[in-house]
């Protein structure tokens, strides 16, 4: 087995107080290292100190972690924890060894998700304080997982101050001394969400829309799609990582039924990038077989994308201009810890349609500033859609109202005071 690796992203400043120190294992490709990403260069630019620790790990260690996500959104087996867990604690207990010289005993920790939560009790005796940010969690437990889960993190949850968490019932069942609700956020300055116009917006896709490709390699990603998008057509696009829980083929399974002229982009990182999320490649590449096997003329209304995140920021404004030329964004997961797509697309005025699970309810008050719909329901999806590609006022009046929301709610000035009040 490969040893772990420590890379700063962000090298926390000397000096005296408290600093924070995010420790995470992706710099890229999902929710919390955007969070990070966003939360830490919005504090240093304010002059207060924070920094970010990415622990690159071997790959037996990410496919164990990859099972501890699905558990905690209730589903899979609880016998990987007995198969799999001497691999996490040993990968971890050499975790220290790399980090002890950049903590200091005033400074305050915060460890990101099931994967780095078993360096809880060493950074408890290290720092001054220890937090553990829980961002996935499910208010069911349909294959009754959850007890097994919390009996193997029991030392390490009694060892954190506290847990901070997107919605408590995430936590149900678990001993911990206490919980603060920390909901995510996005910046609205960031290459991710700051304004383009449209032809900003086209210059962007068109390398995407230059091909007609079977993964073909473009500037800024890789494409499969039987012909460009046409610049005018009606489009609907879904932006997840490629996980069975973000629905993607829920969303292919409806194309056919959505307004004929309607098409579908699906797009997520490149999973070969994404190291902590091993289950990507296969993923992505039942999507594309889903797509194969869809009739030609429905075929040809798909597009599917990844992104590369070498350069960052021209993958965070693809993603932005793809959110920005769409109609209608959707997120048909079947379980959410928040769900940041939602939030990113809602704020650039996107009527979105997702699934009444996890944190998505908190963000879409339905019928006003989105529709929500349940997971797996197909005929409500089509339904939402079509309703939302025939009618530009209810897209426009919806857009509105989900931006407005997302200004008061999730902006990353109230999550950078969320981590702010950790320091006293
Ligand atoms: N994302 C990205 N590049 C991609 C695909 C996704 O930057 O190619 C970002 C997306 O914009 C969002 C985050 O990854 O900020 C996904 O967060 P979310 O909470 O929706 O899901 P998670 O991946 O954390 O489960």
Redesign the pocket.
């Known amino acids: 087995m490969t040893a772990p690796h420590v890379r700063w992203i962000r090298r926390p400043a000397d000096g005296a107080g408290a600093r924070v120190i995010h420790v995470n294992t992706s710099a890229?490709?999902?929710?919390?290292?955007?969070i990070v990403e966003n939360v830490t260069r919005h504090d240093i630019a304010r002059g207060r100190r924070s920094g970010w620790a990415v622990i690159d790990a071997p790959d037996e260690f990410f496919a164990f972690t990859k099972g501890l996500h699905h558990l905690f959104h209730g589903r899979g087996d609880p016998h990987l924890l007995a198969a799999g867990g001497a691999t996490y604690r040993q990968v971890l207990d050499r975790v220290p060894a790399l980090l002890e010289a950049d903590i200091r005993a005033d400074d305050i920790v915060v460890l990101h998700d099931p994967q780095t939560l078993g360096l809880a009790r060493w950074a408890a005796g290290r720092a001054r304080r220890v937090y553990w940010h829980c961002?996935?969690g499910s208010l069911q437990d349909p294959d009754g997982v959850k007890g097994a889960l919390w009996d193997f993190f029991a030392d390490d949850l009694s060892a954190v101050d506290a847990v901070l968490v997107t919605e408590p019932g995430y936590l149900v069942g678990a001993t911990v001394a206490r919980v603060r609700i920390v909901r995510?956020a996005?910046d609205p300055e960031a290459p991710?969400n700051a304004t383009m116009s449209d032809d900003e917006v086209a210059r962007c896709l068109r390398p995407f829309g230059a091909v007609a490709a079977d993964g073909a390699v473009v500037p800024g990603?890789r494409v499969w799609q039987d012909v460009p998008l046409p610049e005018h057509a009606p489009m609907v696009l879904q932006?997840?990582?490629w996980?069975p829980l973000?629905g993607m083929a829920d969303v292919l399974r409806s194309t056919a039924e959505l307004e004929p002229r309607t098409h579908v982009v699906l797009?997520?990182?490149?999973p070969a990038e994404v190291l902590d999320d091993p289950e990507g490649i296969a993923q992505l590449r039942a999507t594309l077989q889903q797509v194969r096997a869809l009739p030609a003329p429905v075929r040809r209304r798909v597009h599917v994308i990844?992104?590369s995140?070498h350069d960052r920021e021209l993958?965070?404004l693809?993603?932005n201009a793809l959110q920005r030329r769409a109609d209608v964004v959707v997120?048909r997961s079947l379980e959410?810890?928040?769900?940041?797509?939602?939030t990113?697309a809602m704020f650039k005025g996107r009527p979105v349609v997702a699934s009444h699970t996890g944190g998505i309810p908190r963000q879409i008050d339905h019928g006003v500033s989105g529709l929500l719909v349940h997971p797996g329901d197909d005929r409500a999806f089509v339904t939402a859609v079509n309703e939302l590609l025939a009618d530009e006022q209810m897209r426009m009046d919806i857009g509105a109202a989900a931006e407005s929301s997302v200004r008061g709610h999730y902006l990353i000035d109230r999550l950078a005071t969320d981590y702010d009040l950790l320091r006293h």
């Open positions: 890229r490709g999902g929710g919390v290292a955007e961002h996935i995510p996005i991710k990603g932006v997840s990582r996980d973000k797009a997520g990182p490149d990844a992104l995140s993958n965070a693809c993603v997120q959410e810890g928040f769900g940041l797509t939602v990113e």
